[in-house]
């Protein structure tokens, strides 16, 4: 079974819509794939419809953005009650304040270089959720930095000067809500250190005793070293491991199915969730 758990479609800051990215999973071979787009089931329905045709199971997910002691931390919510209210409420606030920083940042790179917020519409279209990604397609299309990777090493930052945080629930708080919505919370590629601070050791246990279920281990911001620590955490703590592409179609170089999850992985997942994986 080549399950892979976490990817990105055009509802968030993929480049593909979900029935494309269904087919793409197809094409790399992949028996499970996970949809998690930042902050949003908008994608859910569409990916659903394509399992059919495509013979590819889905199992229903979102990536969370969450804070913890000032570090951005990213936390996977499988199979979590989409009805739940408090769940899609706290959704719907952190897309607002997305999209209202997002014009933020925009104004002020505007003030030095020729860049509107029509720009960021023109490469966000589809998107409900709109973060810096976009904000970097548009610089390419301008023609201001050369690719996404050039545009978050530079003008996009977090240390960088036109950098705006945004809202974003405790890490803590959100892994109560994702339970309490029937969800199943993973922090995505934990030790992810380029792209800032990381959780240390004490952070990750005191989250597992919140009811943390699983750490992201295999995944490519990861080298061996992290992943042998990370692996040692997980069993130490009882957590779950997972190992996803993080696929942003062409926006981003990973590869559908470059790092995979266990079957027996998935099916605790799925005992645990309040969806069924949806299987064609
Ligand atoms: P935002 O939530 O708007 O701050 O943007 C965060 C998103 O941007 C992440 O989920 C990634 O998809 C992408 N991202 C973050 N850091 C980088 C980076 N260094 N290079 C490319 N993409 C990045
Ligand atoms: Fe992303
Ligand atoms: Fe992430
Ligand atoms: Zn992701």
Not at 86 to 94: G, M, N, P, Q, W
Not at 129 to 134: L, Y
Not at 268 to 274: D, P, Y
Request: charge should be negative; include cysteine.
């Amino acid at each position: 079974m080549r399950i892979d758990l976490h990817t990105h479609s055009g509802v968030s800051d993929g480049t593909v819509p979900p029935a494309a990215l269904m087919q793409a999973a197809r094409d790399a071979g992949l028996d499970v794939v996970g949809l998690t787009d930042h902050d949003t089931t908008d994608g859910w329905d569409e990916a659903a419809a394509a399992i059919v045709e495509t013979g590819v199971a889905l199992v229903r997910g979102i990536e969370l953005s969450t804070r913890h002691d000032g570090m951005s931390v990213h936390l996977l919510c499988y199979l979590p009650r989409p009805d739940d209210v408090s769940l899609a409420d706290e959704l719907a606030r952190i897309r607002e304040h997305r999209r209202t920083r997002a014009r933020r940042i925009v104004e002020r790179i505007a003030a030095d270089l020729p860049l509107t917020w029509d720009d960021v519409l023109a490469q966000s279209a589809g998107a409900v959720s709109v973060g810096r990604p976009h904000i970097a397609d548009a610089l390419v299309a301008r023609g201001l930095v050369e690719h996404r990777d050039a545009a978050f090493a530079t003008l996009l930052s977090d240390d960088g000067p036109y950098y705006v945080p945004h809202y974003a629930p405790a890490t803590s708080a959100a892994v109560a809500l994702v339970l309490a919505a029937g969800g199943v919370p993973v922090i995505a590629h934990p030790g992810a250190r380029m792209r800032g601070r990381t959780l240390d050791d004490e952070a990750i246990a005191s989250l597992a005793t919140g009811g943390l279920v699983g750490l992201e281990v295999d995944h490519r911001d990861h080298d061996e070293a992290e992943r042998t620590r990370l692996r040692g955490l997980a069993a130490e703590l009882g957590l779950l491991v997972t190992g996803s592409s993080d696929w942003h179609g062409s926006g981003k170089l990973n590869r559908l199915g470059e790092n995979l999850t266990d079957e027996g992985v998935l099916a605790r997942i799925e005992e645990l969730g309040a969806l069924p994986v949806l299987r064609p």
